[in-house]
């Protein structure tokens, strides 16, 4: 199985401020055939199911804000939201796809300062 | 406008069985692989199990392989999840989820609201 880590767990920004999340893979997401890395962010506000906000490890969902974005191949990717709004308080989870099973990192919540 | 909803869920004895259903909007259901995804109170997401848009084929989790059976009708635009031995490590909010293409090997673009299976005698 490909384990996902995340780091940190959580951190506490201020508004407007950047906020930004390491997701590491236990091997490779990056399918040479196509040059794509098989990595997605989500974002689960309080009570609420998941959002998909990054898909192919940088692109960025239809509608999604531009102050969310992504970056990474291979192994390490890091997920950026470059000021802070309120709505953004939500825990943030990565999770591959290039393999059976399925499998997301631990989350990450994040907080206003 | 992609439409996901839920139902099934609810308390159940271990051992006991519970069919959820997912019942899909808004887009060419037949097109587009669904999954199941779960999530344990307070806890983090776990992939349950995919089944493709094309050939009905299937992946499960191992937490849920032999217990667990998805399928899917597209002449009624609805994704099952048949549970059967349930235990009370199965207590979570199980999501319905649309993958972003035929096969399974692709994002989850879309969500459900989730239904919550609880198991506990």
């Known amino acids: 199985d490909i384990v996902m880590t995340q780091s940190p767990d959580s951190l506490a920004v201020s508004l407007g401020e950047r906020a930004t999340i390491n997701c590491k893979s236990s091997q490779s997401v990056l399918y040479s055939p196509n040059n794509k890395n098989y990595l997605a962010w989500y974002r689960q506000k309080p009570g609420q199911p998941p959002k998909l906000l990054i898909y192919?490890?940088?692109t960025r969902e239809s509608g999604v804000p531009d102050r969310f974005s992504a970056s990474g191949s291979g192994t390490d990717f890091t997920l950026t939201i470059s000021s802070l709004q309120a709505e953004d308080v939500a825990v943030y989870y990565c999770?591959?796809?290039?393999?059976?099973?399925?499998?997301f990192g631990p989350g990450t919540k994040v907080d206003i300062k | 406008e992609v439409q996901l909803l839920e139902s099934g869920g609810g308390l159940v004895q271990p051992g006991g069985s519970l069919r959820l259903s997912c019942a899909a909007s808004?887009?060419?259901?037949?097109?587009?692989?669904m999954s199941w995804v779960r999530q344990a109170p307070g806890k983090g997401l776990e992939w349950v199990s995919s089944i493709s848009g094309s050939d009905g084929s299937t992946y499960y989790a191992e937490s849920v392989k032999g217990r667990f059976t998805i399928s899917r009708d597209n002449s009624k635009n609805t994704l099952f999840g048949q549970m059967h031995g349930l235990r009370a490590e199965d207590t979570a909010i199980y999501y319905c989820?649309?993958?972003?293409?035929?096969?399974?090997?692709?994002?989850?673009?879309?969500w459900g609201p989730g239904t919550l299976v609880t198991v506990s005698s």
């Open positions: 989820a649309k993958c972003s293409g035929a096969n399974y090997y692709s994002n989850f673009d879309y």
């Open positions: 999770q591959q796809y290039y393999g059976v099973p399925f499998t």
């Open positions: 192919w490890a940088s």
């Open positions: 808004g887009f060419t259901f037949s097109n587009y692989a």
